[in-house]
C-alpha cells in the first residue's frame, strides 16, 4: 500500500510543479498578424518578414526567449517560421516581434490553385503556435482574422 501511496502523492508533485510555471489566474496573451512583407524569393522557398502583436493582459511582465508559429491562409498551410525572441512584453502591454517564416513552392502552389474561380472578397488568416517563456514554459497560441480584398480595391463593402 505504500508504494500505491507514493506514486499518487509523486503524481500529485509532478501534476504541481507543470502548474507552477503558470502564475493561477493568469489570462492568455493575444497573437495576432500585424503585417506580412515578401523578403526573399526562390523558386523552392521563399521568405517573408512579418510582424506577430503580443498583447498582456496581465498585471504582470512576461519575459519571452522565443516563437514558434505557422500560417495559414484561406485554411491551407501558407508559412511557418521560429524566431529567437529576448521580449518582454509589459503589464497590461504589447510588443511587435519580428520574425522569418519561410513558405515552399508547394505551399504556394496550393494557395495559387485555390484562385482558380477568381480573386477572393476576403482572405482569411490563421497564425498559430507557442511562445517560449524564459523559465521554460511555452505559452500556445491561435487566432484567426480576416483581410476584405474589396475594401482595398476602393469598392464598397456587401
Not at 495576432?32 to 502583436?53: C, H
Not at 501558407?78 to 513552392?105: H, M, T, W
Not at 482572405?123 to 475594401?151: E, M, W
Amino acid at each position: 500500500m505504500h508504494g500505491v501511496g507514493r506514486g499518487i502523492a509523486a503524481g500529485m508533485l509532478l501534476a504541481l510543479s507543470a502548474c507552477a510555471g503558470m502564475p493561477g489566474g493568469m489570462e492568455p496573451l493575444s497573437v495576432t498578424l500585424a503585417d506580412v512583407r515578401p523578403s526573399q524569393m526562390g523558386l523552392l522557398e521563399q521568405e517573408y518578414m512579418m510582424k506577430l502583436r503580443v498583447q498582456n493582459p496581465n498585471g504582470i511582465d512576461v519575459p519571452l526567449q522565443g516563437v514558434a508559429f505557422s500560417v495559414e491562409l484561406n485554411g491551407k498551410t501558407f508559412a511557418k517560421g521560429v524566431s529567437r525572441q529576448n521580449e518582454v512584453v509589459p503589464a497590461f502591454g504589447d510588443v511587435l516581434l519580428e520574425v522569418k517564416a519561410i513558405s515552399s513552392l508547394g505551399d504556394v502552389l496550393n494557395q495559387v490553385s485555390g484562385l482558380r474561380a477568381g480573386a477572393p472578397e476576403r482572405i482569411t488568416y490563421r497564425v498559430q503556435g507557442k511562445l517560449a517563456r524564459t523559465h521554460g514554459t511555452s505559452v500556445p497560441f491561435d487566432s484567426t482574422g480576416n483581410v476584405d480584398l474589396s475594401a482595398l480595391a476602393g469598392e464598397a463593402p456587401r
